[in-house]
């Protein structure tokens, strides 16, 4: 067999492939900085960045640490978007699951490393099936192999061409490429590039329960394998089983807060409880922004980490977008949301129960029948994860306590009916219906993951769309931008650089999406082409 990471990819060459990525791997990251240094006087370059989400929160530690004045005006009380964290009694929790890959050079860079500790799982995932309770190892190709073919031993040759086929992409997203001569230099990538994941599966798999079972490397997405490009799929899956996930400790609102202290170290300006309420343009340019409270702040460019709909239907006042722009834009659909519990249990789990991400696979083992279900709202029938946190490392909880989080992919379809009386405070069916899902998940948790689980809360929360809708303004409470769609990833991606000039996008709803390590790269992404345009001007 192929050596499935060969000796040319040591990890570390894939670490400095990842800070490679994350610095955009069009242009010479160098050459960017550099082109910032010729714009002065900085003074006149004022920047307003709209949201403190990880995107956000990235563009304005660029742009201040080249000098550039910088403001973010954010309308919750907290920076992070859903890298945020919140209590409730003694316990701490995630707002949204927040895996990383090979983040450290990006810390490093920033000059944050110190601020902001990556912990890794003790296992990739641990997957609960019908048959079959599976240990996929953490940085192991090999290992998850041996796993995989000792339950599913009539698909080995598949297992092994298809981890080979991982590689081979591997070796290729590290070298640049010319879409003109891609085909040649780059077959593997092209040839995925024009399939979605169930095709893939295809060429590898005959057995429907395998196939089950690798969805859960994109299950992130939230869309079945048939509607996702192969071509999203397949290079986090490569990354995250080389490189290894890893994950923020103490939590998440730790990577936020130390963002938010580095623009304000560089003389940059965090504002929260503050919302945007308009974007000011003239001529087809941008001049600033007007927050609710009626203050304007006047900016040569806004960086938008608000949702597309909202920047371009609700905060720029017709006739500025052009018409063909938003006919593009309403052809893409929100990502899904998702339905969660969060649980502070009065026992120690950690070392009693194997496992920090379970995943439970029901058991059609169908992944079209399962998005069916995801998007009903249908907690009896969809797959769902439980997290143990404490699994992570010791300390995570208080002694005599465990901290779990259960997640399902949720569409937003279920609650619109609720949503009138919801944002009236209107709340009695809208609580009545949320609890009676908690409880379902509760119960499959219990029966699956953790025998006895509801003896041991003491502490319980859930949220819905309409509360990711409520806390982040995203459509139908969107939780990665638009869809992955075969129509709109990769480098057919909603651009950043937007029609109007000074304005871009940094944001799960522009390029290259959704996930943290993306939304810090449409981070750098927004900063490089803001630094392209202002260079030109110069």
């Not at 990525?21 to 900085?42: H, L, Q, Y």
């Not at 623009?263 to 929260?272: A, K, Q, S, T, W």
């Not at 899902?437 to 219990?446: D, F, K, N, P, S």
């Not at 806390?471 to 709109?488: C, F, I, Q, R, W």
Request: hydrophobic share 35%.
């Amino acid at each position: 067999m192929k050596d499935l990471f060969h000796k040319s990819l040591s990890r570390r060459s894939f670490l400095r492939y990842i800070a490679a990525t994350m610095a955009t791997t069009a242009v010479d990251w160098f050459k960017i900085e550099a082109m910032a240094s010729t714009v002065e006087p900085k003074s006149d370059y004022p920047v307003v960045v709209i949201g403190a989400g990880i995107g956000g929160l990235v563009a304005a530690t660029y742009l201040a640490k080249n000098g550039f004045p910088v403001t973010v005006i954010e309308q919750h009380d907290v920076p992070g978007g859903y890298v945020t964290s919140f209590e409730r009694g003694e316990f701490k929790f995630d707002v949204a699951p927040h895996y990383t890959l090979g983040l450290s050079p990006f810390l490093e860079y920033l000059g944050i490393q110190e601020k902001v500790e990556l912990v890794k799982p003790p296992e990739f995932f641990r997957v609960i099936t019908p048959e079959h309770d599976l240990i996929l190892p953490q940085e192991d190709p090999r290992g998850i192999i041996r796993v995989l073919s000792e339950k599913f031993p009539h698909e080995e040759q598949g297992i092994k061409s298809f981890m080979s086929l991982l590689n081979g992409l591997l070796q290729e997203w590290v070298k640049p490429f010319d879409m003109k001569t891609i085909s040649s230099t780059h077959p593997i990538m092209w040839n995925l590039s024009k399939l979605n994941t169930a095709q893939v599966f295809d060429q590898h798999f005959k057995d429907p329960r395998l196939k089950a079972v690798l969805c859960i490397f994109g299950s992130g997405f939230g869309l079945p394998p048939s509607r996702l490009p192969a071509l999203v799929f397949s290079p986090g899956t490569a990354a995250s089983i080389y490189v290894g996930r890893e994950y923020v400790k103490p939590c998440g609102q730790g990577f936020s807060n130390a963002l938010m202290q580095a623009i304000e170290n560089n003389r940059g300006r965090v504002i929260l409880k503050t919302e945007v309420e308009s974007i000011l343009a003239k001529d087809g340019t941008v001049t600033g922004v007007r927050t609710t409270n009626g203050k304007t702040y006047t900016a040569k460019a806004v960086i938008s980490n608000a949702s597309a709909p909202a920047t371009f239907e609700k905060m720029l006042s017709p006739g500025h977008v052009p018409d063909s722009y938003m006919a593009k834009l309403r052809t893409y659909r929100p990502s899904h949301s998702y339905f969660l519990v969060w649980l502070g249990l009065n026992k120690e789990l950690r070392g009693k129960f194997k496992g920090f991400q379970n995943v439970v696979i029901p058991e059609h083992y169908d992944p079209e029948d399962d998005d069916k279900a995801t998007s009903a709202c249908n907690a009896s029938k969809t797959r769902f994860q439980v997290y143990i946190y404490d699994a992570l490392y010791s300390g995570y909880s208080k002694p005599g306590k465990s901290t779990v989080k259960i997640l399902m992919q949720c569409g937003y379809r279920p609650w619109k009916h609720f949503e009138a009386d919801y944002f009236a405070g209107k709340k009695e069916a809208y609580r009545k219906e949320k609890d009676r899902i908690a409880q379902i998940l509760i119960e499959r948790a219990e029966s699956k993951v953790i025998p006895g689980l509801k003896s041991m809360i003491e502490v319980m929360d859930a949220a819905t769309p309409l509360t990711h809708r409520r806390y982040t303004k995203n459509p139908e409470g969107a939780v990665l931008g638009y869809e992955h769609s075969m129509d709109n990833y990769w480098i057919y991606r909603n651009k950043n650089r937007t029609p109007i000039k000074g304005l871009y996008l940094a944001s799960a709803w522009g390029s290259p999406g959704g996930g943290v390590n993306p939304v810090v790269r449409g981070g750098q992404s927004a900063f490089t082409d803001l630094m392209l345009d202002w260079a030109k001007i110069k």
